[in-house]
Nanobody, 126 residues
């Protein structure tokens, strides 16, 4: 059983930056493709970014492309989300998720992920 714990959320002004981390334990981290999702009040959980098991491949939602960067350090069992040029519409609870995917596979659907963190709140003020 894999446990995922997010950290790094907070309050930031529009145009600012935040860096989220997600620490994994209880499994072999390099076996998991990882993703970041977010959910704003009244909205469904939406895909933000994904990274393959080795970190060689990444994929982003159009809404964050060019502003957010996903990365991972398999030696530290951690996946990151660097968020720059933040906008008020980025306000949401951010979740990391992991799935037992084939080596280069990325997924954008929440249903494809097996494990989820508890979420961390990101609030961007205008």
């Amino acid at each position: 059983q894999v446990q995922l714990v997010e950290s790094g959320g907070g309050l930031v002004q529009a145009g600012g930056s935040l860096s989220l981390s997600c620490a994994a334990s209880g499994g072999t981290f390099s076996n998991y493709g990882m993703g970041w999702f977010r959910q704003a009040p009244g909205n469904e959980r939406e895909f933000v970014a994904a990274i393959s098991r080795s970190g060689d491949r990444t994929y982003y939602a159009d809404s964050v492309k060019g502003r957010f960067t996903i990365s991972r350090d398999n030696a530290k069992n951690t996946v990151y989300l660097q968020m720059n040029s933040l906008k008020p519409e980025d306000t949401a609870v951010y979740y990391c998720a992991g799935g037992l995917f084939s080596y280069f596979i990325l997924h954008t659907a929440p249903s494809r992920y097996d494990y989820w963190g508890q979420g961390t709140q990101v609030t961007v003020s205008s």
